[in-house]
């Protein structure tokens, strides 16, 4: 860049780099075979409009590696490892050094440490306000993802539901029936259905009915979700190991929905096929469940590319099975996978980030920092905060 003869600064120069440094064709990067693809570059700290958090439950560094080595070769590069800015993530919860998803989420969701098993609630029972619901006070639009896990799981109920334990279910889905979150899609249909209709519920409550009088639409495939005009939809769907990429149509639907709300939207997205593998000791869905969420997140960094107010991340809300990867031999790329638990561990996660600011993500973070520096740059007033 130089300075012209009026004094104007002349961004030409800028602009060419800026092209020069954008990526390649992303379905490009895992045929890599030796260097480095072209990175994804650092934009412009312009207003943060939006956030799209992407989580890989249980992901840890060995996750990713063993995924992208499988399908990509040692030399080859996922999307997300192209992101410009990488850190580490603490995950402990407040008592106890292995979180599980509850305390997991629940910090990314509040800012604030909590049990496990507590999902948006202090120790002491007090509510913790969470970002969804802060967003939808400014007037923002807000989604929560899961493919592959029930929505009343642990991870999508952090933000936007309170229970003082995560296995509360049928309570977690009738608090999705007063949230007002804009798009629900994940699994576990039955939760939101009376006993006597299809589900479990012993209240005889049909959530779902009540959910569409105030304007939900209820659609159960992909090409039903991408047809939904409403306002506001729930979806039940599930996405399996080497299933087709169900989780990237709901996240293309997310964006194109959400992004017409002109003050912004928050986005979350869950993976929940690492943390699976993790527990299961099956290395297959956790290279597959990586794949689909890497997919995924190359759907987030176009959109984010042209619009240039939007923030995306990506995380894991813990580490599962203690994944240490060992090697084969000379001849070939592929590597062992040994696990050492079946449970969580106390292992930093990486995150991974890009858009306006990204940058004050760099370093050592606690969870909760995420949460933190996720309000400040939405201007969310308040929070983080108790209520």
């Known amino acids: 860049m130089w300075v012209d003869a009026k004094g104007r600064w002349v961004l030409a120069v800028v602009a060419a780099l800026l092209f020069l440094c954008s ?4 379905s490009l990067f895992a045929q890599a075979s030796g260097g480095r693809p072209v990175q994804y570059p650092m934009m412009p700290d312009a207003s943060v409009r939006n956030v799209v958090l992407f989580i890989g439950d249980g992901m840890g560094l060995a996750h990713l590696s063993a995924s992208r080595i499988n399908l990509a070769g040692a030399n080859g590069w996922y999307t997300i490892e192209c992101m410009p800015v990488t850190s580490l993530v603490r995950t ?8 599980d998803s509850a305390a997991g989420a629940t910090a990314y969701a509040t800012g604030h440490k909590t049990r496990n098993r507590m999902i948006s609630l202090a120790p002491d029972s007090t509510r913790l306000r969470t970002i969804v619901e802060a967003a939808r006070e400014k007037g923002m639009a807000t989604g929560l993802i899961t493919m592959g896990d029930d929505l009343t799981g642990a991870t999508p109920s952090a933000f ?3 229970v003082p334990d995560r296995g509360l279910s049928e309570d977690i889905a009738a608090q999705y029936a007063g949230s007002g979150v804009d798009l629900l899609i994940g699994s576990g249909e039955k939760y939101f259905l009376p006993d006597s209709g299809g589900g ?24 039903e979700l991408e047809a939904a005009q409403n306002k506001k939809i729930i979806g039940f769907m599930t996405v ?16 194109q929905m959400l992004s017409k709300n002109k003050k912004g939207f928050f986005l979350m997205v869950e993976c929940p096929l690492p943390d699976h593998g993790g527990h299961s000791h099956d290395s297959s869905a956790i290279v597959d469940g990586i794949r689909q969420l890497d997919n995924a997140v190359k759907v987030a960094l176009e959109f984010a590319q042209k619009d240039k107010h939007t923030l995306v991340l990506v995380t894991a809300d813990h580490e599962t099975g203690g994944l240490a990867l060992t090697g084969k031999g000379k001849r070939t790329a592929s590597v062992n996978t040994v696990f050492s638990t079946g449970s969580h561990t106390a292992v930093p996660v990486p995150l991974f980030a890009f858009g306006p600011h990204a940058i004050r993500f760099t370093g050592m973070k606690d ?3 995420v949460a933190s520096l996720c309000g400040k740059l939405l201007r969310l007033h308040g929070f983080p905060s108790k209520q």
């Not at 402990?92 to 979180?99: E, G, K, L, Q, R």
């Not at 012993?202 to 992909?222: P, T």
């Open 160 to 162: 936007a539901t309170h």
């Open 240 to 255: 399996a190991e080497n299933s087709d990429d169900k989780i990237v149509s709901a996240t293309g639907k997310a964006l």
């Open 367 to 369: 969870n909760t920092e």
């Open 200 to 223: 479990v519920r012993k209240d005889r409550r049909n959530i779902l009915d009540e959910m569409k009088q105030s304007g939900y639409a209820v659609v159960r495939s992909i090409p």
């Open 92 to 99: 402990n919860s407040i008592d106890d050094p292995v979180t």
């Open 23 to 26: 990526p390649a064709d992303p």
